[in-house]
């Protein structure tokens, strides 16, 4: 069974930094691919960022790029999201997932390819 875990939320203020970090279990076949998604009460849940961890291929929102970067650690099955310039509106829920597939996306396009999801970790930045 696929177990993903993210860690790392927190509250900053505007134009500050957090590293989250996503831990993968379970069926290797199934995380080759994995990808970084946000939800709040004003947004429904959409693509932030994914990763082709073996190729290494990476595709980014319009609203994180330059800002975000995603990266893996394969020997750790671990999937990093660093967050800089952080802005009120990147407010939400962070949520990882398995995906079965990473290119270019926007919006809720690549939510369908998730095939396993983590229980989301919170990050909050204030003015």
């Known amino acids: 069974q696929v177990q993903v875990v993210e860690s790392g939320g927190g509250s900053v203020q505007a134009g500050g930094s957090l590293r989250l970090s996503c831990t993968a279990s379970?069926?290797?076949?199934?995380?080759?691919?994995m990808g970084w998604f946000l939800q709040s009460p004003v947004k429904e849940r959409e693509g932030v960022s994914c990763?082709?961890?073996?190729?290494?291929?990476?595709y980014y929102a319009d609203s994180v790029k330059g800002r975000f970067t995603i990266s893996g650690d394969n020997a750790k099955n671990t999937v990093y999201l660093q967050m800089k310039n952080l802005k009120p509106e990147d407010t939400a829920m962070y949520y990882c997932?398995?995906?079965?597939?990473?290119?270019?996306?926007?919006?809720?396009?690549?939510?369908?390819?998730?095939?396993?999801w983590g229980q989301g970790t919170q990050v909050t930045v204030s003015t």
């Open positions: 997932a398995g995906l079965r597939w990473c290119g270019a996306f926007s919006g809720t396009s690549l939510n369908g390819y998730a095939t396993s």
């Open positions: 379970g069926l290797s076949s199934d995380l080759v691919i």
């Open positions: 990763i082709s961890r073996y190729g290494g291929t990476t």
